[in-house]
């Protein structure tokens, strides 16, 4: 099984960028996928996540009108829309899934499978 992130780059501040993450093989057992990101310096953190059926969504507060989450479950592809980007976006995305209860999934890092990331720089 590979989670494979794609659409990571270097933008503008106030620009919009658009991740990918497409799962590659068979997972028998999840029912929520996110995004998190770690900046230079800092701790890993939550961004946004999605229940498999794509109905439930949840943000940080960070990003949280400015970012969207969403699901091509024909694709088995996960987005990650970024709008109105800010230097402080600058970090590698990450995306995952697992079985974690939904209430739980901008709060715990026990997903069962995690992509290699990819870059994101907002920078004048």
């Known amino acids: 099984l590979q989670l494979v992130e794609s659409g990571g780059g270097l933008v503008q501040p106030g620009g919009s960028l658009k991740l990918s993450c497409t799962i590659d093989?068979?997972?028998?057992?999840?029912?929520?996928i996110a995004w998190f990101r770690r900046a230079p310096g800092k701790l890993r953190e939550a961004v946004s996540c999605i229940t498999k059926s794509g109905r439930s969504t949840d943000y940080a507060a960070a990003v949280k009108g400015r970012f969207t989450i969403s699901r091509d479950s024909a694709k088995n592809t996960v987005y990650l829309q970024m709008n109105s980007l800010k230097p402080e976006d600058t970090a590698d995305y990450y995306c995952?899934?697992?079985?974690?209860?939904?209430?739980?999934?901008?709060?715990?890092?026990?997903?069962?499978?995690w992509g290699q990331g990819t870059p994101v720089t907002v920078s004048s």
């Open positions: 995952t899934v697992g079985a974690i209860y939904f209430d739980r999934c901008l709060n715990t890092e026990e997903y069962d499978y």
């Open positions: 093989g068979f997972i028998e057992d999840y029912h929520v």
